[in-house]
């Protein structure tokens, strides 16, 4: 529970160190509340619509042809979380390896995927012989995974943070039935396709 004040510890020494999940929970929740107040949702996934739009889709796509002067915020939001990362990443980044539970390590040791304790940044996050660039099939994971992600998002009117936070925190029944089908689809992928695809990654190279 020490971490829950680690507010209180001067210095960015203080900073750095894990905090407590509840600190997340109740900025969260206050974020909810300040936009619900003034009449906006929280979620992400729709300003890849506003980017799109910025962009100039809207002149061959009808759908991307949207007034951004009321999706202004939500543009400032996403610069914000980005910058807030960044500076997190790389100047409050915590010295020490990111902690994992054991069963994840031997989750990934059994499909082939040794867990660094550190990786060339120190920060020993990911797997680096799966996330090295070298491998055909890493790469067209990651498209594929990112046009899923992307197009699923759009589809269902909301991502995660639109429909599991603000969604529920608004008693949306749709929301409820959207978070359900993402923890059946997370069990699914994790325990079927997941053995499968990390084995067929860890193996493919360029």
Request: proline share 4%.
């Amino acid at each position: 529970m020490e971490n829950l004040f680690v507010l209180a510890i001067p210095g960015l020494d203080g900073i750095s160190q894990p905090w407590h999940w509840s600190v997340s929970g109740l900025a969260l929740a206050l974020i909810v509340f300040l936009l619900t107040w003034m009449g906006r949702k929280f979620g992400i996934s729709s300003s890849f619509e506003t980017m799109c739009t910025v962009a100039g889709a809207g002149k061959r796509i009808s759908y991307f042809n949207t007034d951004i002067k009321d999706k202004t915020w939500l543009i400032f939001l996403v610069i914000g979380t980005i910058g807030g990362g960044f500076i997190a990443s790389e100047f409050l980044a915590s010295p020490e390896p990111v902690a994992i539970s054991s069963s994840t390590i031997d989750f990934l040791g059994g499909v082939g995927l040794s867990y660094p304790d550190s990786d060339a940044s120190g920060r020993g996050f990911i797997p680096t012989d799966l996330f090295n660039w070298n491998s055909w099939a890493g790469i067209v994971a990651v498209l594929i995974g990112g046009f899923l992600v992307g197009f699923g998002a759009r589809y269902g009117r909301g991502c995660t943070s639109g429909h599991a936070i603000t969604g529920l925190a608004h008693l949306q029944l749709p929301s409820l039935l959207t978070v359900i089908g993402f923890f059946i689809g997370g069990l699914i992928t994790t325990h079927l396709v997941f053995p499968w695809l990390l084995k067929l990654l860890s193996t493919s190279t360029i």
